[in-house]
């Protein structure tokens, strides 16, 4: 009879040494999981944000002088108001052009930051410089068609939609032309669209628009796309 209390005893030692053991494995990985995940997230700086790096999206904090979690392998911290990723240092603005600079600009905090430029989608065609063999201005002529940077082949514009130039280390064309470039312009009226001088600038673009003034020297494009007749 003590023979087999004896052995009883031992089978339930064993059974709760086995126990002790399988949780203690559980929570073993269970500490160890949540620790490697926390290496893989750190926090930016007080009030700056979390930007993807792969969609542009800016995550920011909800107070002043709080704190947003960051993954380095597809995040980087910057500014609310600037872009300030070397690798993407384009704002996209409020009309879908883009401030390389990277500058959001008013009303536009939050700003996703890209690497690649915009025009407005009032712009109805780019610009090409060209050289002469000293490397002086020759011309300035324009393009009503692309290849797209995302190898998507050639495509024409049409109203409404960006137009899409390429990385800003390497674009294949401006927007718009200076007051200096324009008489270089070939052909020297706009290919698409009608000239207009950008309200506030000294630079004009090829606009999508239907506004015919008697002196086009007067037509003007606003950030809005809206395109008046009137000097501002």
Sequence with gaps: MSQFDSSG??????TLVVFIIIIAIIIFYSINSRTTGS??????????????????????????GGQ????????????????QNSRFPCALLPDGSTDCRGECGPNNENCPCISNVLCAPYIASYFIRGLNQFGG???VTQ????IDPFNRGEET?????????????SPIGACVVSEEQLPFMKPPECMNGRLSKITGTTNSACVYTDVNCIIPEIRHVGVDGVVTCAIP
Excluded at 143 to 146: K, L
Aim: charged letters at 10%; aromatic letters at 12%.
């Design 157 to 169: 514009f049409t109203s409404g939609g960006s137009i899409n130039l390429g990385s800003f280390t």
């Design 9 to 14: 005893w031992t089978l339930i030692v064993i």
């Design 68 to 83: 947003v979690t960051q993954n380095p392998a597809l995040e980087y911290c910057s500014s609310r108001n600037f872009c």
């Design 39 to 64: 290496v893989n997230e750190k926090f930016c700086p007080p009030n700056l944000c979390s930007v993807s790096v792969i969609s542009g999206l800016k995550t920011c904090p909800d107070v002043e």
């Design 137 to 139: 201005l020759e011309f």
């Design 143 to 146: 393009a009503s068609t692309y």
